[in-house]
């Protein structure tokens, strides 16, 4: 029996879902029902192709079925802010929700992409954004998430975009958040990164050009530190950013970690219980490897 139908269906399983487009390529079923199958609850966490154009309604009528919340993902974590009666101040801050609990008294939004991030980093590297220099790769939905969660932890962000209108604006936006941490921003380019990176302790990649298999920009690699740590959030399949990391003698980590903690984060929204993150990571990484 496989992790997506161990956990059964009865009379009074409660749904949880993934709402998507495309979805059909999804870890979150697998991992997700594995950690509820783990922890005995009641639940089962099935995919929903969603068009943009359907979200409200669809998300209307989940709510009304009883379901007891939701994750999005793309297109759909900005869009649904305006649907949400409460949000946490992360979310409002990214102004994007990756998760979505259904009550009695409204919907409640959160995202924990960026914050899974981090607990990821904590987990494998013992690594706590306090005090820290960090660099950020791309200024795009996961970028913001990221920044969110960084905001008045680290000490300074500094991020750099292929468009640099965009990094600028998320940059003001984030200098508005409560904290003394300082972000800054520059185009994506070798000679505006060198001094940024020179001093990081973190790079983080959230472009989606590992995705497509589009080149970056060459990075300044020489000058970092091989005491810091390079995160690509891609998962799947090498990147050329990981692996000039690892030949230039860095810590490094992808994706996978976070798709696990943000999910983990996820369900103790949903159900206040603290899954099995190593569980988690099993059936996310079986399910990779069967291609789902
Ligand atoms: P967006 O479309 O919102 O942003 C994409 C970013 O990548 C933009 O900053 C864009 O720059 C930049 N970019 C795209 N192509 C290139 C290129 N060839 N060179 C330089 N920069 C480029 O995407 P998301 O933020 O939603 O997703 C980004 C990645 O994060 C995806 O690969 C996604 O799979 C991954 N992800 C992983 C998660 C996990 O749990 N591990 C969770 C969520 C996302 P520009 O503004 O100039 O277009």
Not at 42 to 55: F, G, T
Not at 127 to 156: C, D, E, H, N, Q
Not at 216 to 238: E, H, N, Q
Not at 260 to 266: E, L, M, P, S, T
Request: glycine share 8%; hydrophobic share 45%.
């Amino acid at each position: 029996m496989d992790s997506r139908t161990a956990a059964g269906i009865r009379a009074t399983t409660r749904l949880l879902a993934v709402l998507g487009h495309p979805v059909s390529h999804s870890l979150s079923p697998a991992m997700h029902n594995a950690a509820i199958a783990a922890l005995g609850l009641d639940l089962l966490y099935i995919a929903h192709d969603v068009e943009p154009r359907n979200l409200d309604d669809v998300l209307k009528g989940l709510r009304k079925a009883g379901y007891l919340g939701v994750n999005l993902t793309i297109p759909h974590k900005e869009a649904a802010v305006r649907l949400c009666t409460k949000i946490s101040p992360e979310a409002r801050l990214a102004r994007s929700v990756n998760t979505l609990r259904f009550g009695a008294d409204g919907i409640y939004g959160d995202t924990t992409d960026g914050a899974g991030l981090l607990d990821s980093l904590k987990a494998e590297f013992g690594f706590s954004p306090k005090g820290k220099r960090i660099v950020i790769l791309g200024a795009g939905g996961t970028a913001r998430s990221v920044a969110a969660a960084l905001a008045g932890t680290a000490k300074t962000i500094h991020i750099a975009n292929r468009t640099v209108e965009k990094a600028d604006h998320l940059a003001a936006l984030m200098n508005r958040a409560p904290g003394k941490t300082l972000f800054t921003s520059s185009m994506l380019d070798q000679l505006e990164l060198a001094a940024p990176l020179q001093d990081a302790q973190l790079v983080i990649n959230t472009t989606s050009a590992s995705l497509t298999g589009a080149a970056l920009p060459r990075l300044p690699w020489k000058i970092l530190d091989t005491d810091t740590i390079a995160v690509d959030v891609m998962y799947g399949r090498p990147t050329k950013f990981l692996a000039d990391a690892k030949r230039h003698g860095l810590r490094h980590s992808d994706g996978l970690g976070m798709l696990v903690h943000q999910g983990a984060r996820a369900l103790r929204i949903w159900t206040g219980r603290n899954p099995d993150t190593r569980i988690m990571r099993e059936a996310a990484r079986k399910a990779l490897k069967q291609g789902r």
